[in-house]
């Protein structure tokens, strides 16, 4: 039997899953030409290590005997976990926050599918600012949704008046990312302010209240004392996902939450939709050992200046090659602009740099033609390395 013809056909597109398929060819060049002559960029993955207190955590875990300790638990999770993001999410927003507003995840992007799984009607519509993270067209289509990218502004703030033109009847949740992949801006509270002013007068005209869904795995990531706003005091219908694979360096692990505004109106329906989601969806529930480590270490300390500082030298590099580009806030991505040479082909400028053994992700993917992303979550010295190879690239165009 064939497989599915959206499937079929999404694989066979030239931006499908074009992030993985360069970090795959990155292993590949790597073997070839070794691992130092290789400035692969194309992934998100953090490789700060984990905090001393998470490995503490994994050990102290992986020696209980305690009977039942791998069993089923509730779809929802441990409550002590649910607690612990719960503390978390109070400390984060300003405002208490209790345990029966979370559900444990496997990681953000579990969350994201179990809401929308529990929001969306067929035909529905989440609106997102563009450019945003790749994988949201796909995780909206799979509950018969519609995706609609609002382009942000020039310097990639939100364009509240454009957001606000794109509501509609069928309009189940704006969707927004702070620190953002793949800008690296953080929307002001001032931005945000007037987001759901703008959402908060659409649903009074049409009576239906869209949800404002935070994604927030690198909200602890940020520079030079900037700070993510608080949406919970601000929206009611506010809901954040999140996860631990940025702020403690867990990709890997899958262990994530949905927390919604505890002043939500119809906060208990939603959060018992998220478990019902959750469990027909088959993760059942999260990760086990990995809601327990988190529930010992969430709050560890973590020294995100190295992200700053491989910022700092990225941006000079890109400067002296005559790369045009944002200024991150916050994550670990840069956000270029394809050369003019190459009319916006971002797609044939990514294959150009490759020959430089440099891998970017095209923007393509992200809802931005035109740009190109760069993960400088990499070392030092292979940011350093990159030099000679981007300027190379930029002479020989």
Known sequence: MPISSYIKETMSSKGAGVI?????????????????KVFDFSLGNPDLDPPEQVAEAFEELAKCRDKNIHGYM???????????????????????????????SVGAAGALNSLLKAILNEGDNVVVPAPFFAEYRHYVHNYGGNLIEVPCKADFSLDVEKIAASLNEKTAAVLINSPNNPTGRIYSEDEIRALTQAIDAHAKKCGRKPYLICDEPYRAI??????????????????IVTSFAKNISLPGERIGYICVN???PDKDDL???????????????APGFMQRVVTKSWNSPVDYSLYEKRRNELLSILDEAGIEHANPD???????????????????????????????APGSGFGGKGYF???????EQSIINSRDAFIQAMKNL
């Open 262 to 264: 505890p002043k939500c």
């Open 20 to 36: 993985r398929k360069m970090f795959e060819e990155g292993i590949r060049l790597k073997a070839q030409y070794g691992e130092d």
């Open 373 to 379: 992303r760069l993960a400088y979550c990499v070392s």
């Open 74 to 104: 509730p779809n929802a999770g441990y409550p002590e976990a649910r607690k612990a993001m719960a503390d978390k999410t109070s400390v984060e927003q300003g405002l208490p926050v209790t345990g029966d507003c979370v559900v444990m």
């Open 330 to 360: 916050g994550a670990f991505y840069m956000w270029c602009k394809v050369p003019d040479k190459f009319n916006g082909d971002d797609m044939a400028f990514c294959d150009h740099l490759k020959k430089y053994l440099i891998l970017g």
């Open 222 to 239: 940020v520079y030079e004392g900037k700070k993510v706003a608080a949406t919970f005091p601000i929206y009611d219908s506010a809901v």
């Open 271 to 285: 959060v018992a939709a998220c478990i019902f989601t959750t469990r027909i969806l088959g993760y059942v529930n």
